[in-house]
């Protein structure tokens, strides 16, 4: 005889008692409203990795007062230091400009 053969009454008796021994829990309460809130918030994660939803945050925390302060900070510190810079610039080719003037009138026409 096999082991597996289910005709034997020992063996009946024997899965009835493991089935009894091993009873399946009740859920949680509201069990299946969580797991679809996790799947809503699973595909909201994947969601949240769209260049869209980077943006949104990224204007999202620019809005905020302390960074939008030092936002505007920034930009005319950038403004200004690029105004200085192009500003040497010109005052730099006018100088050469008028040395050459200065130098030989005819050459700078």
């Known amino acids: ?3 597996t053969d289910a005709s034997e009454p020992g063996d009946a008796a024997l899965r ?3 089935r009894a021994a091993r009873p399946d829990p009740p859920l949680p ?3 299946q409203e969580g797991v679809w809130r996790r799947i809503d ?3 909201t ?3 949240a990795r769209t260049v869209a939803a980077w943006l949104d945050r990224a204007v999202a925390s620019l809005l905020r007062p302390r960074l939008a302060l030092t936002g505007v900070a920034v930009m005319l510190l950038l403004g200004t230091t690029i105004g200085v810079v192009q500003g040497m610039d010109l005052a730099q080719e006018m100088a050469k400009q ?3 003037t ?3 009138p005819l050459a700078t026409r």
């Open 1 to 3: 005889m096999s082991m």
């Open 16 to 18: 009835t008692l493991l």
């Open 29 to 31: 309460p509201r069990f």
């Open 41 to 43: 918030g699973a595909s």
């Open 45 to 47: 994660a994947r969601e």
């Open 98 to 100: 008028r040395y050459l």
């Open 102 to 104: 200065a130098v030989s």
